[in-house]
């Protein structure tokens, strides 16, 4: 008999051993994507070749919390350049602006923010329109 999975179980979605492992051993891009139903929260596993560069941005609207699981990278901000370590976790405000560098193993990094609303159209200066 096949048991039903539901979404009020907890469960282990993903095994990150690998990524740990080795990163560079892992293929570039989103590794693991949280996709269950009725989910508050969205989360990614990426993994960047080294020297990757990803210009300065910012997330208007939610907070990110972004743990390195592997290699390493800068991070530069408003505030100035911080490494980025495996076993860093770090807090990313909404609205705060944001670069990357990664290091010569490349970057493997999780993600977890709350879910975001449907699509949504914005003005040039970014507000949303209604």
């Known amino acids: 008999m096949r048991k039903t999975v539901t979404q009020n179980i907890p469960r282990v979605l993903h095994d990150m051993q690998p990524t740990v492992a080795d990163n560079t051993a892992v293929p570039a891009g989103v590794v693991w994507r949280l996709a269950e139903a009725g989910r508050q929260l969205d989360a990614n596993v990426l993994n960047l070749p080294p020297c990757t560069v990803i ?54 990094y999780l993600t977890v923010h709350g879910r975001r609303p449907g699509m949504q159209i914005r003005g040039a200066d970014g507000a949303r329109l209604t």
Do not use: C, I, K, Q
Request: no cysteine; charged share 15%; glycine share 12%.
């Open 55 to 108: 210009e300065a941005h910012a997330e208007p609207d939610l907070d990110v919390l972004m743990v390195v699981v592997a290699g390493s990278a800068t991070m530069n901000t408003d505030d100035g350049a911080r490494p980025l370590l495996p076993g860093a976790v770090v807090w990313l405000p909404h609205g705060s602006t944001r670069g990357f560098t990664t290091g010569v193993d490349g970057l493997a």
